[in-house]
């Protein structure tokens, strides 16, 4: 469960106020997700609205180890598609998203990044972004 860290800077983002489409694309599959911004949040877990909180939401297990407060850099994902949508992000999110590996330009953390609902998002998961003891390995 998430809550808030009292440590970073408040991130400053858009609710979206009609409908979009997120379609979130892993290694093994691919979950395309119909928002209502009626039932934003849906969840308590990163920022309201957030891409973690729509994948959650949505059943979509994205992995987010500091419960969404970033306070870490494993829910990182990459917008493909849409990210011109998605609130600024933070130097202290940045500062987070260092640490993961393969970051692009594209490259966000899925607790922090909130799409305004302006357009439809493509956003990729990382193969690294999988919590190996979770897995069983």
Request: glycine share 10%.
């Amino acid at each position: 469960m998430g809550g808030t860290n009292p440590y970073i800077e408040k991130a400053e983002y858009e609710r979206p106020t009609k409908p979009y489409t997120v379609t979130f694309v892993s290694t093994d599959k691919t979950v395309k997700v119909d928002v209502d911004p009626a039932k934003v949040p849906y969840g308590e877990t990163g920022l309201p609205g957030s891409l973690l909180d729509i994948a959650l939401g949505a059943g979509f297990d994205l992995e987010h180890a500091c419960g969404g407060v970033c306070a870490c850099s494993t829910c990182h994902v990459i917008v493909k598609e849409g990210l011109q949508s998605c609130n600024e992000g933070t130097d202290d999110e940045f500062d987070q998203l260092e640490e993961a590996p393969e970051i692009t330009l594209n490259s966000r953390l899925a607790c922090q990044c909130v799409p305004n609902g302006t357009m439809d998002l493509v956003v990729q998961i990382p193969a690294v972004n999988k919590n190996l003891v979770k897995e069983g390995h």
